[in-house]
């Protein structure tokens, strides 16, 4: 039997304004309460225990730091990926209430959406639309993956851009991923990007500029003023966003697991090499090899100056989501991408720094990076340490 839609009645009537693309625009937006008597289901757990065979190991998709993923088949024919959350997991009701309302929200062409849920005794499950590519991570770094063609690089990168820039930007509340990464960009047969996993996604309304909080999100990845302060705002997703660009471009993993030291961190390899090529238009030694220079020079230098401006180490100096968009499809010229390198003016004086930018700045700025990781991998260290002895 297929699940039972949630919150029907009065309150939940409205006709649904969803657009044809799926996206909703700013001035549709309607309460996520709405939108979900239209696309959520409740499914008990015995639904979903007969869509994955009893969650056989046959049907396991993976496994991430919240649980186990299957993939299921419902009794309409539908595909579904079932992520089973680990009981016990830090995950609690309130958390798990709060992705169930988040994603329930969205509804874009580049995010997955949610089919449903199930809370049964401790039990706590999110179903999902199955998505059948793997993920990007799977196959930029899988091993006997063929390299991955340029313009399907660029297809990523432009895809997961919308669907943050909607997430920041046209959703009200504004919605912070806080877990942009490589194997949260899920892939459709044609390459088309969909950013997966709202579980650490956060709510930020009205007048709030950042929320703090316990600092989560995936080590290499981090944005540096979240790893040290727990300041949290869309720009931290614009870095780690930076971090994925910089992966696509050179085919690298953002930090090497047998090393969590910092000493070979992605950003502070490519700093020196992202301002030579922003200077000689050289990319030889920052791409990935395995392109053998298949690539389009004109999309090389828009993807350049955009990976280098989204990891700013200052938040605000980082572009907008929506800003990104434009630099990658081209709807802004090269000159007004690299002018996002500079110094913003606010009012009539120049901001903070009253010496134009040179590519140098760039390679201080990633070296700044890796002091603040280290640190940071200190303060875990010594709180973990602490955690031990009490
Ligand atoms: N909607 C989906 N459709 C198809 N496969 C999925 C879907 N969601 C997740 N998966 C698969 O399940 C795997 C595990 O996902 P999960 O989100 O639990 O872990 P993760 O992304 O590696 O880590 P994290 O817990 O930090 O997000 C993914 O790598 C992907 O292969
Ligand atoms: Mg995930």
Redesign the pocket.
Known sequence: MMGVPVGVGPKWGATSQRSTSGSLSPSTLVPATRTLAFTMSQFSYNELSSATGGFSKLNL?????????Y?GLLTNGQE??V?SLKSGSKQGEREFQAEVEIISRVHHRHL?SLVGYCVADSQRVLV?????N??L??HLHGLGCPAMKWETRIRIALGSAKGLAYLHEDCDPRIIHR?I?S??I?LDDNFDA?V??F?LAKLVSGDDTHISTRVMG?FGYLAPEYASSGKLTEKSDVFSFGVMLLELLTGKKPIDSTNDCMDDSLVEWAGPLLAKALEDRNYNELVDPRLEGNYDLNQMARMVSTTAASIRHSAKRRPKMSQIVRALEGDMSLDAINDLLKPQRVGSTLSVNQIPDSPNSIVDDTRAYNDDMRKFIEKVKSSSQEHERT
């Open positions: 998709l993976g496994q991430g730091g919240f649980g186990y993923v993939k579904v990926a992520k997955v999902y639309e199955y998505v059948p793997k993920t991570n799977f877990d990464k194997s949260n899920l969909k997966a996993d579980g995936t």
